[in-house]
């Protein structure tokens, strides 16, 4: 935390006070902050105690904290409910039980542990996942019937995607081969990693002609529920997903971190 200089008035118990944790402001009451006394915040906000405040464009006293300003909404709705509550499908509890550990609030981590006991998941360890996609159009030529004795030649573009995930994690490699269906030979390899090739079928190709050049589709979903990655962005929504089921984030985008979905590669990490 940021040594600015004292202020004349520290605020007081009841009123607003705005947090600054990584760029991102949040604004609460002393009374949340020192809910659990012997964790970090609660000494450093304690009554009696100065807290040298940073003073705001504004005009108004903040204190800035450089941590991870998105897990912080997470510390602060514990420290006012008193309970872990999460959002379904919530997958960074390393990255939030990373955060508990060092603002020091233990009933905070003791509910992590209870949840990853519920869950029957052991304490994710440290592994590394990289997505590698690309795609390669292709003009396709072939014979069109118009009518009896009637055939013109046409042609068409088809998108090759080929696609390389590899992934030190082997329960989460194993979730991402069931979540895109990889069960045969032709797909699957040992080690660390597999590659996936498919090409969706444009409207014009007739289905005989898909077929005869040795393409095939790519599926996503679990039964009942299949739906067809079209291309670039379905691949990489439905590998983000798992990255996430699993308590990664996302590390790096290439080649631009403004477009994530029509990337060309995303790696992830877990501490």
Not at 53 to 58: I, K, R, V
Request: some cysteine; charged content about 20%; glycine content about 10%.
């Amino acid at each position: 935390i940021s040594p600015p200089p004292v202020p004349s008035s520290p605020p007081s118990f009841g009123g607003p006070v705005t947090l600054n944790v990584g760029g991102t402001l949040y604004s609460t009451t002393l009374e949340t902050l020192t809910r659990f006394p012997d964790s970090m915040l609660g000494a450093m906000f304690r009554a009696g105690t100065p807290i040298p405040p940073n003073l705001n464009p504004q005009g108004g006293g903040h204190y800035f904290i450089d941590r991870d300003g998105k897990a912080f909404r997470h510390i602060l709705n514990f420290l006012r409910l008193g309970r872990l509550d999460l959002p379904r499908g919530y997958g960074e509890t390393a990255l939030l039980r990373a955060e508990a550990d060092f603002y020091q609030i233990q009933p905070l981590l003791d509910a992590l542990r209870e949840l990853e006991a519920s869950r029957g998941t052991p304490v994710p360890t440290a592994a590394l996942l990289h997505a590698d996609v690309d795609a390669s159009p292709r003009l396709v030529h072939f014979s069109a019937r118009r009518g009896p004795h009637h055939y013109e030649l046409s042609s068409v573009q088809v998108d090759t995607f080929r696609a390389n995930i590899f992934c030190t994690d082997p329960e989460c490699l194993g979730a991402m081969r069931a979540r895109f269906g990889v069960a045969s030979e032709d797909r699957a390899e040992g080690g660390p990693h597999f590659r996936l090739e498919w090409a969706p079928c444009p409207a014009e190709l007739p289905e005989v002609e898909y077929r005869r050049l040795g393409l095939q589709p790519l599926w996503t979903g679990g039964p009942g529920e299949l739906r067809e990655v079209v291309g670039t962005p379905g691949f990489l929504e439905e590998v983000l997903r798992v990255a996430l089921e699993h308590g990664f984030r996302l590390d790096s985008v290439f080649p631009d971190p403004e477009d994530l979905l029509n990337s060309r590669s995303l790696r992830f990490v877990r501490h």
